[in-house]
């Protein structure tokens, strides 16, 4: 017996930065379906995956499908992308399931790796004891021309150019 399903409008909160008040309502279609024991129209899961979507492009997140693709580029599972972003083991999956968003701060750093501006191999340098990053900086210092780099003002990174800046700049 299939599932009687229909389209209806949803209002979707979107929360301030803060989380402690609604910044605005947008109004979506969404999938409902019929459930005869409850005898309620109720969110599919498709709905529930298209309202945190919804949630996060609003607050200027990446989307729970955005963050399975950069975690896909990257080759990484799960458990590995969690390590390298010094975060617990679940969070990631809540992430990309949409159960819960990354902060402002980690977004930023994720869109990092999502351009290419920053890879696996550079975080694990950086996160590496040994390292000493005295010179690198005392470079930078002295020639900030020679070692920063200045990305165009743009919405999307049809500016990005593979291979580009996949070199690590931090390498000494």
């Not at 009687?4 to 605005?24: N, Q, S």
């Not at 809540?94 to 990354?102: A, I, K, L, N, V």
């Not at 869109?111 to 000493?132: C, E, F, I, M």
């Amino acid at each position: 017996m299939s599932k009687k399903t229909e389209l209806h409008p949803y209002e979707v909160p979107i929360p301030t930065a803060d989380g402690e008040r609604v910044a605005e309502v947008v109004t979506i279609m969404v999938e409902v379906e019929w459930d005869e024991i409850v005898r309620e129209w109720l969110l599919t899961p498709e709905a529930e995956l298209q309202i945190e979507e919804t949630k996060a492009r609003h607050m200027g997140l990446l989307t729970p499908t955005e963050l399975r693709s950069l975690r896909e580029k990257l080759g990484l599972t799960q458990a590995e992308l969690a390590e390298l972003l010094k975060i617990g083991a679940k969070t990631w999956t809540r992430w990309e399931t949409g159960r819960q968003r990354p902060s402002q701060s980690l977004n930023l750093l994720l869109r990092g790796l999502q351009v290419g501006l920053l890879t696996p191999h550079s975080l694990r340098q950086l996160d590496s004891p040994a390292k000493d990053w005295t010179e690198a900086t005392q470079a930078k210092n002295e020639s900030p021309n020679e070692v920063s780099m200045t990305l165009p003002h743009t919405d999307d990174a049809s500016w990005y150019e593979p291979g580009v800046y996949e070199e690590d700049p931090l390498a000494a």
